[in-house]
């Protein structure tokens, strides 16, 4: 199956290194062909390729001055001013949003008819229907009232996210959009136009991994933070009603796409720590009994869940004779072996890994995958895993270790911004291993809903010129003998 990746390298961060994200997703579905095409922005330098699988490499700058060409003749700009006009009425004026989607495929197919589109969004006619719907009655001015100032920033910034509709990635030659199978968006934003107009030109189906509405408008806020308020709130509004546009018209969801109403399960009634490990002196479960008993003090109706099971002869024991003396046995529980990660992290507001001396990563990845916030013994790989989504601690320090679950425990918001980076974090470095069986199922399944047949002599490429059939390991050398 002939794959297109589609990223914003500027913030997704997926393709970089020989072992990111989307070089791993490569590597372990071999059996297909992969191109990537991604959005440069324009403070950053183009990071390398990294994946030794791919086809092919097409970048497309999405910052700096706009591309040279001549604005729509005449005629054709009254197109171009009735589609841009629809577009600005769904971001400023509420109730009108279903016109989102048409404007951007209307101004999409103005755009290959002329190459026109980025000197018309950078012209004063773009910016005269900008003001003048802005400052219509009516619109939406939560951000501020629009002075000329906004309205030249804005322009220029949807311009910005707009460029991938000019981008030259949709005919249905070898290095087309058109002539893939699939487009396969990592990180949505604006990298999820390429994969909308393909669909809308071609019918090629698309999937999206990686940010949901509510990410991508926190890093829209971000990205807009240095402008002033109605700017910000339109640079929102796009963002939000393009994820809207996405999920809606995806083909499928996919492991790691979350959206808001997907969050992590509530937390528990009551503030509850959870420990996991083997009860035993290599992970330390003494040094998270004499942190929780600090903890304890200052929240007397704090909790302790300790997952794991007996590690060394007695060392259950011991661990209840020693709560019992710190007098927090009542607030402890030894919960022995979960019924799998995912539910011992559900159970607590934070997870907590004390081990004097190394961590295993993966354990660390799964929590972090949970949503829940991490704290963590600073030793072996904790701070390459961590990052800067969760608190580190030194080893052996009951008061450094008990002062960072209070932090947590007494900030809801920081436990939740915390616990979404995490999963971000964990989902773009290491989610990808476990569901590239699940990411060759949705392919397949994708695959079965079209019909083989293969183009004909002269005619464009079709998508899914093979039988799903095709694709699967077992039966290809027989097939592709058929073929």
């Not at 992969?34 to 086809?55: E, H, S, T």
């Not at 136009?193 to 030109?201: G, I, K, S, T, Y």
Request: net charge positive.
């Amino acid at each position: 199956m002939r794959i297109a990746l589609l990223t914003e390298s500027g913030h997704t961060g997926a393709q970089r290194g020989e072992g990111g994200w989307c070089g791993r997703l490569v590597d372990g579905l071999p059996e297909h062909e992969f191109r990537l095409y991604r959005l440069l922005p324009a403070d950053r330098p183009a990071p390398p390729a990294g994946v030794g699988g791919l086809r092919g490499v097409h970048e497309l700058p999405m910052g700096g001055r706009r591309p040279a060409g001549r604005g729509p003749a005449a005629l054709r700009r009254r197109g171009y001013l009735k589609a841009y006009e629809e577009l600005v009425r769904a971001l400023v004026m509420p109730g009108e949003q279903d016109g989102f989607g048409p404007a951007l495929y209307r101004l999409a197919a103005l755009g290959r008819g002329d190459d026109a589109l980025p000197a018309f969004l950078g012209s004063g006619h773009a910016h005269r229907v900008l003001e003048r719907i802005w400052q219509t009655p009516g619109a939406d001015t939560a951000g501020g009232e629009p002075q000329v100032c906004d309205v030249l920033v804005a322009a220029d910034l949807l311009e910005q996210c707009l460029r991938p509709l000019s981008a030259p990635w949709y005919g249905t030659g070898p290095a087309g959009l058109g002539g893939t199978d699939l487009c396969h968006v990592v990180g949505g934003g604006p990298a999820a136009l390429p994969a909308l107009v393909a669909r809308e030109l071609h019918g090629v189906p698309f999937v999206v991994t990686g940010n949901g509405p509510h990410l991508l408008a926190q890093d829209g806020g971000h990205r807009a933070a240095r402008y002033r308020g109605p700017v910000r709130a339109l640079l929102l509004s796009f963002l939000r009603q393009l994820a809207e546009e996405t999920r809606r018209r995806a083909a499928a969801p996919t492991p790691g796409r979350r959206r808001h109403e997907d969050a992590p399960a509530g937390e528990p009634g009551v503030p509850t720590l959870v420990w996991a490990g083997a009860l035993e002196p290599g992970r330390d479960p003494e040094l998270m009994l004499h942190a929780f008993a600090q903890v304890r003090a200052e929240l007397p109706d704090a909790r302790l869940a300790m997952y794991g099971e007996e590690g060394a002869p007695g060392y259950l024991a011991h661990c209840e004779a020693v709560a019992g003396r710190l007098g927090i046995a009542d607030a402890v529980e030894f919960a022995g072996r979960p019924e799998s990660p995912a539910a011992a992290w559900a159970s607590g507001s934070a997870v907590v890994f004390s081990a004097p001396d190394r961590h295993a990563p993966r354990l660390l990845a799964d929590a972090m995958l949970s949503g829940r916030a991490v704290v963590a013994t600073e030793t072996g790989a904790a701070r390459e895993v961590l990052g800067p989504a969760g608190l580190l601690v030194p080893p052996r320090t009951p008061r450094a270790l008990a002062g960072a679950c209070l932090a947590l425990l007494r900030d809801p918001e920081r436990r939740a911004r915390l616990g979404g980076a995490g999963r971000l974090r964990a989902q773009e470095r290491f989610g990808v291993e476990p569901t590239v069986g699940a990411f060759r199922e949705i392919y397949l399944e994708l695959a079965s809903r079209y019909p083989a047949f293969p183009a004909r002599p002269g005619a464009p490429a079709q998508p899914f010129a093979r039988p799903a059939e095709y694709w699967v390991a077992a039966a290809r050398p027989a097939l592709a003998e058929a073929v």
